[in-house]
T-cell receptor
């Protein structure tokens, strides 16, 4: 049973525009959410995280929004750059547990 | 730079043989490490939690006798795929938590192909 879902397998965006990647979860006990970026044949790289006590966290071009009532989070990348092209995974954890539940990923392609 | 390493990065083995994959935390100690596998176009699935000084904890559906995990030290965990079969071919990734949050740092992964 997939507790973290990314319903868009792929997304294409023009360079300079905003990329919005979405993630939904079903477990209301999740209290920490993370976004990872992954290139082929490499391990995921941590991008940004957010605690359930917040609804927004910003780091440079990356902003994560959390809507707890909707059990939804999103990652905004602005402006998008060709180097952002990768697969993005959202992940969630519960109660300080270290094991993460991952979504299925969204492949972002930024078109120059 | 990388904080978690894995070795080997890729391996091809014959069916029935065993393969050992190493995961090292490079400049920090990790009492816990995690092993994931990823099939093509699928999510990373947690296989097991490696605990230094105690037995690993396996996720439901993961055969502990097939995927042997040993957390030999505070910087090393190994995953041994025993009697490998073609269906074990996958991308295996380890991770270790570091810092105040749950920011897990992942190794570069190991591509296992069983022929």
């Amino acid at each position: 049973d997939q507790q973290v879902k990314q319903n868009s397998p792929s997304l294409s965006v023009q360079e300079g525009r905003i990329s919005i990647l979405n993630c939904d979860y079903t477990n209301s006990m999740f209290d920490y959410f993370l976004w990872y970026k992954k290139y082929p044949a490499e391990g995921p790289t941590f991008l940004i995280s957010i605690s359930s006590i917040k609804d927004k966290n910003e780091d440079g071009r990356f902003t994560v929004f959390l809507n707890k009532s909707a059990k939804h989070l999103s990652l905004h990348i602005v402006p998008s750059q060709p180097g952002d092209s990768a697969v993005y995974f959202c992940a969630a954890s519960e109660g300080g547990a270290n094991n993460l539940f991952f979504g299925t990923g969204t492949r972002l392609t930024v078109i120059p | 730079g990388a904080v978690v390493s894995q070795h080997p990065s890729w391996v091809i083995c014959k069916s029935g043989t065993s393969v050992k994959i190493e995961c090292r935390s490079l400049d920090f100690q990790a009492t816990t490490m995690f092993w994931y596998r990823q099939f093509p176009k699928q999510s990373l699935m947690l296989m097991a939690t490696s605990n230094e000084g105690s037995k690993a904890t396996y996720e439901q559906g993961v055969e502990k006798d097939k995927f042997l995990i040993n957390h030999a030290s505070l910087t090393l965990s190994t995953l041994t795929v025993t009697s490998a079969h073609p269906e074990d071919s996958s991308f295996y990734i380890c991770s270790a938590p570091r810092g105040p949050g749950n920011e897990q740092y992942f190794g570069p992964g190991t591509r296992l192909t069983v022929t």
